[in-house]
């Protein structure tokens, strides 16, 4: 049989339609188009995809599964290893580690291993997950600080090795950027919440409206007789461009502006009591995942013109090409090689615009991208009555600054091994945005898996 | 789920809860701050701590039924639950014995004045208090902050107690006595910006409470955003208290207002605001 060149395209909601609410953009494979997509896996020998996945998922065999039609065990083949499937078969950029390894990729599309992934993953949780065997405990108790995807990967591992884990988290769900940060278009809910759902059948205890630094120290927890700690924070706290105006009405952080419409569900409001106000203009500075998000959810929210604002260009931005090109369907304009100097306001403290600059590009810089270079005279008025600041997160300090004895980077991060996670500090460890600063949601869930095992390891020769 | 223990009203639309929730009541401290969520639907509403009561693991909040979520709020009784309550939040008020000082509270915001209040008069410090309302019947945590004060005083806007007239009055007659070594005051944005005014001549360092809109309290959204000279600061997780008179008030007060349009339609829309029937 002659071998598909080409991916099984995924079915999505047409952008006309889409960019006014907030369903999921794409509508996922139905089993004809997972069978036709799995026989494209040609199952070869030196299976290179499987070194391309941070969380280390046997893919041919799980591919294999789609073939049998033995839809549900090719969810539990994804298990193994990946305690976030929905999630993972949705938000990693496949197209960087997997399939970039796809053999068929050579030549052809590579196997559409990340739609394949989603598509096993949703019919479980369609089908209904049969309750996991939960491991008999070692007596071992472990607290995990934060319930994004690292404290909630490094938790089901640890749960699964038999140990005892409870989970703080500082919001009132868990999931962390998967509830708060994340689109609903994206990333569906309800998805997260069955997946985070599954996770507490592994034994795992979710305390929610935890904040750990403000509760309990992590000392504290070790004092409390926890035999490890694990903390993935994230990468929580918004960087502001420290530009005039930057605190006009009107400014948000991307943290806030996707927070209000994910997490507090603002789009639904007023039946949810959490407003957002949005303008006719809204400009979205920055061009990474988060600001395609921001932008994208300016339209849902009913914004005339949604504009990404990004000092360097087109082939720089760091935002996946699926993100760019959602968002470009969906009349998402780019204004690249800009800048803003200045937010300007209105007399009653409101925006009305943002002084711009325009760019061109120079020398590489330390990133290996050409730098932008401001050209002189060229500033111009850009008239929005909305900015969201998507220029990127830090470590939030919360924790780090309350953990004595444990060693931290200049900008906050916390130095920990590669490969472990093990921090300065006996017996805590780290892993995720607040080790590696703002990365992606799998590398999160890699480190939370090989904290797991460094974890397991620990304990069994404490 | 966190219970509401006990209720009472203080005042007309005031009211006072006491809430279970021990591990926040172990570690919160004067200064200090919580969030709580109504229900499922609700948003997060950050509110000052008015009392903690270790033993019973209980905190003590009071809020004015002004909003959407306060006046829904508002509408729970004595063992009824709130699906969220998150603390304790913020950084606690620096207390150590100064000397003199003065404690100046207005409307709602003496309740949250009070545990500093105590604290203070506990490290030592000669208290003078000054508390205000609009009228007399407004007026809350009387004797409260008169058992922890050595100089008490009163000011109404309407006469109705007191000394007719506002609390910053008052405030200018103690600095024109006495010499005092730190300033409290807790209120509106509109009192609190007078009263730096009225102190910034004295050159009495004088400490804020500031409480702006917020999501998740941990510094993670920065919609607290409050300018505190050069700087730009979280109220969340480097206040609530600030140096009064570093603060840009027209700025602070202008970000408190960013979604009055939309808080009169969630009242307007709202299954509460009086529909049901609490009011």
């Known amino acids: 049989m002659p071998i598909i060149k080409v991916k099984t395209s995924m079915p999505s909601q047409d952008p006309k339609v889409r960019k006014s609410n907030f369903n999921e953009v794409a509508t996922g494979y139905t089993k004809e188009m997972a069978l036709q997509e799995a026989e494209r896996c040609i199952q070869c020998k030196n299976e290179p995809c499987r070194q391309g996945c941070p969380v ?13 039609q033995d839809f549900a065990g090719a969810a539990d083949k994804l298990k193994e290893k990946n305690n976030l499937p929905a999630v993972c078969g949705r938000v990693c950029p496949q197209e960087s580690q997997c399939e970039s390894f796809c053999t068929l990729g050579k030549k052809n599309d590579p196997v559409g291993i990340g739609r394949l992934e989603r598509f096993a993953a949703d019919y479980q949780l369609e089908a209904g997950v049969l309750d996991p065997e939960v491991t008999q405990s070692t007596g071992k108790r472990v607290a995990v600080v934060g319930g994004g995807p690292a404290g909630l990967t490094a938790a089901a591992d640890l749960a699964r090795f038999g140990h005892q884990v409870t989970v703080f988290e500082a919001l009132h769900v868990a999931g962390g950027v998967l509830m708060y940060g994340i689109p609903e278009f994206r990333l569906p809910k309800e998805i997260v919440q069955r997946e985070i759902d599954y996770i507490r059948k592994l034994g795992v205890d979710i305390q929610t409206n935890s904040v750990i630094g403000k509760l309990d120290t992590v000392d504290e927890l070790l004092e409390k007789g926890y035999d490890a700690v694990f903390i993935g924070t994230g990468a929580g706290l918004p960087y502001f461009m420290d530009i005039p105006g930057e605190n006009l009405n009107g400014v948000y952080s991307a943290n806030e502006f996707l927070t209000r419409t994910n997490l507090m569900k603002a789009y639904k409001f007023p039946e949810a009591a959490t407003p957002i106000k949005i303008g006719k203009r809204v400009a979205v500075v920055g061009a990474g995942n988060v600001a395609m998000d921001g932008a994208r959810t300016a339209l849902r929210l009913g914004a005339e013109e949604s504009y990404i604002v990004y000092r360097r260009a087109a082939e720089q931005m760091p935002a996946r090409d699926e993100e760019i090109e959602h968002a470009e ?16 306001g209105t007399e009653d403290g409101w925006v009305k615009g943002m002084t711009c ?78 080790v590696t600063g703002a990365a992606t949601v799998i590398l999160a869930m890699g480190a939370g898996k090989d904290a797991a095992k460094a974890i397991n390891e620990y304990l069994q020769n404490k | 789920m966190y219970q509401i223990v006990a ?6 639309s005031i009211k006072l809860f006491e809430i279970k929730a021990p591990k926040v009541a172990a570690k919160a401290k004067a200064g200090q701050f919580i969030i709580l969520r109504v229900d499922d639907e609700g948003e997060r509403i950050p509110l000052t701590i008015a009392d903690i009561n270790r033993n019973a693991g209980t905190l003590t909040i009071i809020f004015q039924e002004v909003g959407y979520t306060t006046k829904k709020l508002g509408c729970l009784n004595e063992g009824d639950n709130i699906v969220d309550f998150v603390g304790p939040l913020g950084q606690p008020s620096e207390i150590e014995n100064y000397g003199r000082i003065v404690c100046v509270g207005g409307g709602v915001g003496v309740a949250p004045l009070y545990p500093i209040t105590r604290a203070l008069k506990e490290a030592g410090n000669e208290v003078i208090s000054i508390i205000g309302a609009r009228s007399k019947d407004l007026l809350i945590f009387e004797e409260e902050m008169k058992a922890v004060s050595d100089t008490f005083m009163v000011a109404t806007d309407d006469g109705s107690y007191g000394h007719k007239g506002f609390v910053t009055d008052l405030l200018k007659q103690v600095l024109d006595e006495q010499e005092v070594k730190q300033i409290w005051a807790i209120g509106p944005g509109i009192m609190m910006k007078v009263i730096c005014a009225t102190t910034k001549p004295y050159e009495v360092p004088t400490i804020v409470s500031m409480n702006p809109i917020m999501v998740d309290g941990t510094g993670m959204c920065g919609a607290c955003r409050v300018s505190v000279g050069d700087e730009t600061k979280f109220a969340c997780v480097d206040g609530p208290e600030f140096d009064g008179h570093l603060i840009d008030w027209d700025l602070a007060l202008r970000r408190m207002n960013i979604f009055k349009d939309e808080e009169k339609r969630a009242e307007a829309a709202g299954s509460c605001g009086g529909g049901c029937g609490c009011q």
Not at chain 1, 371 to 379: A, C, D, Q, V, W
């Open chain 1, 329 to 344: 369907e969906e009349g998402v304009q780019f204004k690249l090689l800009t800048s803003p100097i200045e937010i300007v």
């Open chain 1, 357 to 434: 600059v325009e760019y061109e590009l120079g020398e590489p810089d330390d990133s290996g991208r050409r730098r932008p270079i401001k050209i002189e005279g060229s500033e111009f008025f850009m008239e929005v009555d909305t900015v969201v600041m998507a220029i990127g997160q830090g470590p939030n300090p919360l924790v780090p600054s309350t953990t004595p004895g444990m060693e931290l980077k200049s900008k906050g991060t916390i130095v920990a091994e590669d490969g472990t996670g093990k921090t300065t500090k006996d017996g805590v460890f780290a892993g995720g945005d607040i």
């Open chain 1, 56 to 68: 280390e998922v046997d893919i041919p065999a799980f591919i294999q599964k789609i073939k049998d």
């Open chain 2, 7 to 12: 209720t009472k009203i203080l005042a007309p």
